[in-house]
């Protein structure tokens, strides 16, 4: 949970999310072997002003097909 305001946060909360998937990944192991990781995060002041969304979510996509990757793929804030 974030109280206070905090400019840096969504770097912040990527940076602990892409730590949940290295921690899971050992010399030599293969990717498929990775467990979905979800990142929730729970704030006390809007972290996109210019919504009035209290939940989102977003999701790693491939930007030309469109398909969102099984794994690596959901970070909430609320």
Known sequence: MQIGEDYHF????IYYWAKLVTD???EGMIDDKLNKTISINILDDDLVPETTEVHSCYKIINTVTGKVHPKFSVLQFA
Do not use: E, T, Y
Request: aromatic share 0%; charged share 45%.
């Open 24 to 26: 899971q990944l050992g």
């Open 10 to 13: 969504d770097k912040r909360a």
